[in-house]
């Protein structure tokens, strides 16, 4: 036999306390401890908690012995009540591993035989030993004797069909072996007097037959007796019932019309078995259940409002019975919904629950459900609230679309009242229900089995409660207590059974039974009266861990009848209880604690009894306290972060096992293999990724085998709100709506606000626009919606960290059409033509129309004295041309819109105008006066009639040409040419008189004229006035070269700046070392007007230079154009890095180079020649060195090439600095053998003939354009050239760097300029003496005009004295 009992000493539940007093030796114990906690009455289920199994002896001075309080579960100090046995572990936290040094239960032994018989020695060790080993099961083989314990009884209530036989199971253990009887009714049942009755062989099960279940239905209750005493089960109740069918009946058509309330009835057969109810069609398929429609708990269907579309003829009912497995179904019924063109709405009235209803009874610990159905138009919503509090937090939910409000687990604290609200557009409904809390008998304290000596006191504590208070009675085996004999020795107070003086034969089993209207509880306990030496179970030399400033637990389980007495010794041989820290619970445990490090030795436990006494050795090992010295951080972190939580932690250095663990609101941190959300570093933990899912708390538990402590970290994981629920749109009237929402997870930043969006769903569907905002508090908005419109709405919450995510999109609501609200905006008229005026306006979004399309209603009218009448038309859009109208005249306009329902409001009357035209007037009295060398000042009047603008004055121009420098002027005056095609234009805006016109150049000649002008174009300009600005200081020199032509000499040439800005007086020089510090005073030299080169000498080898340049005028010098110049010689061959070839095809290869170091440009040849053929090097072309690569083409396909670089060295010898071999793609086709005509000289021959055409062609042309006149120019040009030729100086030999060739090219490339600059220097009768005038004119024959044209400057590189009058500049 088995009985499943807790330890014997359990760790856990507490002690009881110490007899006799409060610690005194020489205490004998009162009680004997058997299960341990988890564990009731024996096969009875649970029990109370942390209630042991217990007995009690007689005072040792006679007596009945003390009266035990009930254990209220906390300690009273030393021997106080309520302290039974220490809890298990000694660490700070739940329990580390067990130590292998911790103590190990003894092995289980057999218990003793009967008591009423002399126990042998060996029989009771045996029994000692059974009964140790904390937590495990007790185990008595059948060889020895038991009271019967129960360990299957029937249950409360069963019920059955006509298909299912009656079982009634009824087992249980003991020695001798047990015997079963039964009772039906309270009167003893003999199953063999009943054919088809049966008893399962070797248990008291009991068998009905199920075609006798009908007829032996009642009360049953099972006994299970042996020599040692009788258990009793609880009373079970055997309903037999027949298979539930639906009664046959006429189910009528319902007929309402639209918009009215249903109830569908739905009444299934009654059943001890409530069946679960279904509404479905014939098809088989569930009836859509929403607020509108839904299912009640009596399984009726309500509808708050019906449509049209509800008319089904198949709506069934169909109940489902869980206990003969069978589903019955209702005739179907018929709904029939006519439509109706008066629909109204009506306030909400409430269907259930159906006045009077008496107040809700709920049992503790069930489950309470209130449903509130409402019909109305609109549908009404239903909303919970208690009157007397909030409702229960995590224990009250709202189902069946909130008209059902559910409360599990009840508890006492729930009495109250409960309302419901179910409201709509239209008004309010309330009920309240009434609900009082009572309980089924419930257990404060079960009796518990126990082992008792003879002439100690027994005692069974039967505590109840319920509500109604139960009935408590009490049977000793099976028979009520007033019917037992022995009253004289036994006694019932305040629930309790008290048995003095307990004798050999005492041994028996009681019944504790309570009961009132809503239930029974039954409670088995035996008394097992017995004689036994003193043993102690505990194991001796028991070694105890314990960190510093804990409590420490030393065991002495102790056994004996009577009950031992326990105490304790320290390692000095001194009373344990000396020391105020220590405590000696009745189950022999002693309490150590705080325990100090010099706590640590052996302890020693005596025990004995009238018969025997014995003692065991505990050692005791006192360690440092695990600590964590830097805690983990709260933290908030947003959506996405990473975070990292630190937490160092030390340990005493005599525990190898120790270590530090996370977790997230207890559950245990890891890394894996397959995510990277978390990482565990040292003492570091980081989260990647922080997700709302992640937030919670973290701790950090530092362990070791002995303690653990832990520090706990919030996280917070800030966001984005979440998405609102439960959106609903309430009509409210005539285009008002209401929508209301449940707010989302604000992500522990507060809602600031919802945002409404709207979808219109005729015009613009599928986009939603932002239509309003309420503040965060507010989970309602109010809404106006235009005519004729399908609307949606969708709801999003912002915070502080943005906008969440919109809601699910509502339902559409409709709107009827209707005539316009607003007439289009910026209503203008204006004319793009000089006799028509054209009216424009802003159309109305879609949004705004209020009907399928909408037109507008266009009038105009001339704003004359006497006002004429109104013309109009009606148009879709913009824009109306009004033709035939005078010159700029105003008119009267409004714009209205109109749709099918009718006009928008009065439109407002807009002034436009027709058409303008060119103006007539032009400026008079046009000024101007000089400020500096670059501004003016420009004055002017505007007179004429104002009708002469023939339009809206829009501004002035001011156009103005630059016709050359002052000092350009001839000696021979000419009529001045042309005006320039591209004038300088400034416009002035609106009514002005005047203008600052500035960014003129200094020392030039200007005329000006200004226009007006209005929406049309400009009118007539002003008189022209002619202007010249004053001398300014001169631009920078157009060019300056510097060039090495020896080791301490540069040579400088420079070019007159292209904007002199006046006469030019001449040049200052300003040169400095680079390396000199930047305080020293710069080397300056002056050169006159016509001196553009020099050279510098004695300057520092190797060294360079910064070269400044000014020209300078009368009023100061230039800003300065700035070089540099090296004395560093040049490098003639590049230094090439490295060379490598590139991409490769069939006709080409292309090199790519790096240099050894930064280096000046340098031209090179590239050569090539096959390797295959006979053939000299021939060249490519040339590269430069800075480019870094060069594309050798024209090659063979398939063919090997040597390739080289060929530069000059200082002595200008062609030399090659690189060579390497190339290889072509692909294959050499030969080409096929040709004529002549395919060979070289002749293609050269035919090319050169073409080219000298060419060359005759372009003479012709030439000479026909001249028309054969004398060209003085030609003469002029020829004279110069044997008179004055270009002065060098003498130091720059032929020295020419690849720039200056090319500017010299680029010079001498515009035709007869070099003649020009020869004049200018050698002759005083040049046209350069007097300034080079591009403008001079010869009129004697007519041939020399257009001869000089242009400008006319220095030839590039000329270096001869020129005139210091005024060189002309280049313009």
């Known amino acids: 036999m088995r009985v499943d009992k807790g330890p014997l000493f359990p760790p856990g539940p507490p002690p009881l306390p110490p007899r006799g007093g409060l610690g005194l030796p020489r205490r004998r114990a009162l009680s004997r401890v058997l299960t341990g906690e988890g564990?009731?009455?024996?096969?009875?289920?649970?029990?109370?908690?942390?209630?042991?199994?217990?007995?009690?002896?007689?005072?040792?001075?006679?007596?009945?012995?003390?009266?035990?309080?009930?254990?209220?579960?906390?300690?009273?100090?030393?021997?106080?009540?309520?302290?039974?046995?220490?809890?298990?572990?000694?660490?700070?936290?739940?329990?580390?591993?067990?130590?292998?040094?911790?103590?190990?239960?003894?092995?289980?032994?057999?218990?003793?035989?009967?008591?009423?018989?002399?126990?042998?020695?060996?029989l009771g060790l045996l029994l000692l030993l059974v009964l140790g080993g904390p937590g495990a099961a007790i185990t008595i083989p059948p060889e020895f004797l038991q009271p019967p314990e129960l360990t299957e009884q029937p249950p409360e209530q069963l019920v059955v069909f006509p298909s299912d036989d009656v079982v009634l199971k009824c087992a249980a253990t003991g020695n001798p072996p047990v015997q079963y009887r039964w009772t039906r009714e309270d009167q003893p049942f003999v199953p063999e007097e009943h054919p088809g009755v049966t008893v399962t062989p070797g248990v008291g099960t009991l068998v009905i037959n199920a075609s006798l279940a009908g007829r032996l239905q009642g009360r049953y209750r099972c006994f299970a007796a042996n020599a040692l005493g009788t258990a009793l089960s609880l009373e079970a109740r055997v309903i037999a019932e027949n298979t539930p069918q639906w009664p046959k009946e006429k189910v009528m058509p319902v007929e309402v019309e639209e918009g009215d309330p249903v109830v569908l009835p739905c009444d299934p057969p009654k059943s001890a078995v409530p069946p679960k109810i279904y509404w479905l069609n014939s098809r088989i398929v569930h009836i859509a259940q929403d607020a509108r429609v839904s299912m009640g708990q009596d399984g009726f269907l309500y509808f708050a409002n019906v449509l049209v579309g509800d008319s089904h003829p198949d709506y069934i009912c169909h109940a489902h019975y869980l206990g003969p497995r069978t589903i019955i179904q209702k005739e179907p019924l018929d709904l029939r919904v006519a439509p109706s063109n008066s629909v109204q709405s009506r306030r909400p009235q409430l269907v259930v629950p159906r006045d009077p209803h008496p107040p809700h009874v709920a049992l503790r610990g069930g489950t309470l459900v209130l449903e509130c159905i409402a019909e109305g138009l609109p549908t009404p919503a239903v909303r919970w609230q208690r009157l007397n509090g909030p409702l229960p937090r995590g224990r009250a939910s709202l189902e069946n679309f909130n008209k059902t409000l559910r409360l599990r687990?009840?508890?006492?604290?729930?009495?109250?009242?409960?309302?419901?609200?179910?409201?709509?557009?239209?008004?309010?409904?309330?009920?309240?229900?009434?609900?009082?809390?009572?309980?089924?008998?419930?257990?404060?304290?079960?009796?518990?089995?126990?082992?008792?000596?003879?002439?100690?006191?027994?005692?069974?504590?039967?505590?109840?409660?319920?509500?109604?208070?139960?009935?408590?009675?009490?049977?000793?085996?099976?028979?009520?207590?007033?019917?037992?004999?022995?009253?004289?020795?036994?006694?019932?107070?305040?629930g309790a059974l008290v048995l003095s003086r307990l004798e050999p034969n005492d041994t028996l089993v009681a019944q504790c039974e309570a009961h009132n209207r809503h239930g029974r509880l039954l409670a088995n306990a035996f008394i097992y009266v017995v004689e036994l030496p003193v043993k102690i179970l505990t194991p001796d030399e028991t070694p105890y861990a314990v960190v510093e400033n804990q409590t420490v637990f030393l065991h002495c389980r102790a056994f004996g009848a009577p009950a031992p007495t326990v105490e304790w010794l320290t390692p000095g041989l001194e009373p344990a209880l000396q020391d105020d820290r220590a405590f000696v619970f009745t189950n022999g445990t002693l309490r150590l604690g705080p325990a100090a490090r010099g706590d640590g030795g052996p302890f020693t436990c005596r025990a004995h009894n009238a018969h025997s006494n014995a003692s065991v050795v505990a050692h005791l090992d006192v360690k440092a306290a695990t600590r964590i010295e830097v805690p983990p951080q709260s933290m908030t972190a947003k959506k996405g972060e990473t975070v990292t939580f630190r937490c160092v932690a030390t340990f005493d250095p005599g525990l190898a096992s120790h270590g530090l663990e996370w977790r997230r609101d207890g559950r245990l941190l890891g890394e894996t293999?397959?995510?990277?959300?978390?990482?565990?570093?040292g003492d570091t933990l980081t989260v990647a990724g922080v997700d709302y899912a992640d937030e919670g708390t973290f701790s950090c538990r530092a362990w070791t085998l002995l303690d653990a402590v832990e520090a706990k970290a919030r996280l917070r994981v800030v966001g984005r709100p979440g998405p609102v629920r439960e959106l609903q749109v309430l009509d409210e009237g005539e285009r008002q709506v209401q929508l209301r929402w449940t707010p989302g997870d604000e992500h522990n930043s507060p809602v600031e606000k919802f945002v409404v969006e709207e979808e219109e769903g005729i015009f613009t569907p599928g986009r939603f626009v932002e239509r309003l905002t309420v503040p965060g508090d507010q989970p309602w908005a109010d809404l106006t919606l235009s005519p004729y419109g399908r609307y949606r709405f969708r709801v999003l919450a912002a915070n502080a960290y943005g906008r969440g995510e919109p809601s699910a999109p509502s339902a559409p609501i409709s709107t009827p059409p209707a005539a316009p609200e607003r007439n289009p905006g910026g209503v203008k008229g204006e004319g793009n033509e000089t006799n028509n005026l054209v009216i424009t306006w802003q159309p109305l979004a879609p949004g705004e129309w209020n009907a399928a399309e909408v037109r507008y209603r266009v009038q105009w009218r001339a704003l004359e004295t006497a006002l004429g009448r109104w013309h109009e038309e009606t148009v879709g859009g913009p824009p109306v041309v009004v033709g035939g109208t005078p010159t700029f005249s105003p008119y009267e306009i409004r714009v209205q819109a109109v749709n099918d329902a009718g006009k928008g409001p009065e439109p407002p009357v807009i002034v436009g105008y027709s058409g303008e035209d060119l103006p007539l007037v032009y400026p008079e009295n046009v000024g101007v006066e000089i400020l500096n060398s670059t501004s003016?000042?420009?004055?002017?009047?505007?007179?004429?009639?104002?009708?002469?603008?023939?339009?809206?004055?829009?501004?002035?121009?001011?156009?103005?040409?630059?016709?050359?420098?002052?000092?350009?002027?001839?000696?021979?005056?000419?009529?001045?040419?042309?005006?320039?095609?591209?004038?300088?234009?400034?416009?002035?805006?609106?009514?002005?008189?005047?203008?600052?016109?500035?960014?003129?150049?200094?020392?030039?000649?200007?005329?000006?004229?200004?226009?007006?002008?209005?929406?049309?174009?400009?009118?007539?300009?002003?008189?022209?006035?002619?202007?010249?600005?004053?001398?300014?200081?001169?631009?920078?020199?157009?060019?300056?070269?510097?060039?090495?032509?020896?080791?301490?000499?540069?040579?400088?040439?420079?070019?007159?700046?292209?904007?002199?800005?006046?006469?030019?007086?001449?040049f200052l020089l300003q040169y400095r070392q680079v390396n000199q510090t930047e305080g020293g005073l710069p080397y300056e030299i002056s050169f006159p007007a016509g001196t553009l080169n020099t050279t510098l000498g004695r300057l520092a080898p190797r060294g360079r230079y910064r070269f400044a340049l000014r020209a300078l005028t009368r009023l100061g010098p230039g800003p300065a154009l700035l070089r540099q110049g090296s004395l560093l010689p040049e490098p003639v061959l590049p230094v090439l890095g490295s060379v490598e070839v590139g991409e490769v095809g069939e006709d080409f290869t292309v090199l790519h180079w790096t240099l050894a170091h930064p280096q000046a440009n340098i031209e090179f040849e590239v050569q090539y020649m096959s390797k295959t053929m006979e053939e000299p090097w021939r060249t490519s072309g040339r590269a430069n060195s800075s480019l870094g690569l060069y594309r050798l083409?024209?090659?063979?396909?398939?063919?090997?090439?040597?390739?080289?670089?060929?530069?000059?060295?200082?002595?200008?010898?062609?030399?090659?600095?690189?060579?390497?071999?190339?290889?072509?793609?692909?294959?050499?086709?030969?080409?096929?053998?040709?004529?002549?005509?395919?060979?070289?000289?002749?293609?050269?021959?035919?090319s050169a003939v073409v080219l000298l055409l060419l060359l005759l062609l372009i003479l012709c042309f030439i000479k026909r354009s001249k028309g054969g006149k004398y060209s003085v120019k030609d003469k002029e040009d020829t004279q110069v050239d044997s008179e004055a030729r270009p002065m060098k100086d003498e130091t720059f030999g032929e020295y020419r760097s690849l720039e200056s060739d090319g500017e010299e090219k680029a010079s001498g490339s515009s035709g007869r300029s070099l003649g020009a600059a020869g004049a200018a220097l050698g002759s005083d009768d040049s046209l350069a003496g007097y300034g080079g005038s591009a403008d001079v004119q010869f009129n004697e024959d007519g041939s020399f005009i257009g001869q000089y044209s242009g400008t006319r400057g220095t030839a590039a590189g000329s270096s001869g004295p020129a005139s210091p009058s005024a060189a002309p500049p280049l313009d």
């Open 673 to 681: 293999a397959d995510s990277d959300k978390y990482s565990l570093t």
């Open 409 to 494: 687990a009840v508890e006492e604290a729930d009495d109250g009242e409960y309302e419901c609200v179910a409201e709509n557009s239209q008004g309010q409904a309330r009920h309240s229900h009434l609900v009082t809390v009572e309980a089924a008998p419930y257990w404060v304290r079960r009796p518990q089995s126990g082992v008792f000596g003879p002439g100690e006191t027994a005692r069974l504590d039967c505590l109840v409660e319920g509500k109604p208070r139960p009935r408590v009675t009490w049977r000793l085996n099976g028979v009520p207590i007033e019917e037992a004999p022995g009253a004289s020795r036994r006694a019932v107070r305040e």
């Open 1193 to 1246: 083409g024209d090659l063979r396909p398939g063919t090997s090439y040597r390739v080289q670089f060929v530069g000059r060295n200082h002595s200008g010898e062609r030399v090659p600095f690189w060579e390497s071999e190339v290889q072509t793609n692909g294959t050499l086709v030969p080409s096929p053998a040709g004529g002549f005509a395919t060979e070289g000289w002749f293609i050269g021959f035919v």
């Open 39 to 122: 564990r009731g009455a024996l096969g009875q289920g649970d029990r109370f908690p942390h209630q042991p199994l217990s007995r009690q002896r007689a005072h040792p001075r006679g007596g009945e012995g003390r009266r035990w309080p009930p254990h209220n579960g906390a300690g009273g100090g030393r021997g106080g009540p309520g302290c039974l046995g220490p809890p298990g572990g000694v660490t700070r936290l739940p329990p580390p591993p067990r130590l292998p040094s911790q103590p190990v239960s003894p092995p289980r032994a057999p218990l003793p035989p009967a008591p009423a018989m002399a126990l042998p020695r060996g």
């Open 936 to 1066: 003016v000042r420009v004055r002017w009047s505007l007179a004429g009639a104002p009708r002469d603008l023939r339009g809206r004055l829009r501004g002035f121009r001011v156009l103005y040409w630059r016709e050359g420098w002052v000092g350009e002027r001839a000696r021979r005056q000419a009529p001045p040419g042309p005006p320039a095609a591209h004038p300088g234009v400034l416009t002035v805006p609106g009514e002005a008189s005047g203008v600052l016109l500035g960014g003129l150049r200094p020392w030039s000649r200007y005329r000006l004229q200004v226009v007006v002008f209005n929406g049309r174009g400009e009118g007539p300009p002003s008189d022209e006035i002619r202007f010249d600005t004053p001398e300014g200081v001169p631009g920078p020199p157009e060019e300056l070269h510097v060039e090495r032509v020896g080791e301490t000499t540069l040579a400088l040439e420079w070019k007159r700046p292209r904007h002199p800005n006046g006469i030019l007086t001449g």
